[in-house]
């Protein structure tokens, strides 16, 4: 099994930048494609973007499509979601996902049903 802790959430400003941090532990997160969603106020979990083991990503089209990067670096375990230009409609609580892929290092999923394990989740508020 695997264990995963976000971090590095809080308070931004519209136009900003924020950095979040997924750790993994139990497991290498290199077995892993990862992935970011997201759970506003009153709203459905919504898919933000994900990466495969050899770094391949997608992402939300209408909503964080070039403004948000993910990245990961297998030799130190987390993974990151850059969030640039926020807009307060980004305000939401934001989990880290992980699926354990063997037979491909390029495979990633979009629907969060696909996924066996998730962090705690950390808030990110956007100001206007």
């Known amino acids: 099994q695997v264990q995963l802790v976000e971090s590095g959430g809080g308070l931004g400003q519209a136009g900003g930048s924020l950095r979040l941090s997924c750790a993994c532990s139990?497991?290498?997160?290199?077995?892993?494609?990862m992935a970011w969603f997201r759970q506003a106020p009153g709203k459905e979990r919504e898919f933000a973007g994900t990466i495969s083991r050899n770094g391949l990503t997608t992402y939300d089209q209408a909503s964080v499509k070039g403004r948000f990067t993910i990245s990961r670096d297998n030799a130190k375990n987390p993974v990151y979601l850059q969030l640039n230009s926020l807009k307060p409609e980004d305000t939401a609580v934001y989990y880290c996902?992980?699926?354990?892929?063997?037979?491909?290092?390029?495979?990633?999923?979009?629907?969060?049903?696909?996924?066996?394990?998730w962090g705690q989740g950390t808030q990110v508020t956007v100001s206007s």
């Open positions: 996902a992980a699926k354990e892929i063997l037979y491909s290092r390029s495979r990633y999923y979009t629907n969060g049903n696909d996924y066996d394990y």
């Open positions: 139990g497991r290498p997160s290199s077995s892993y494609a």
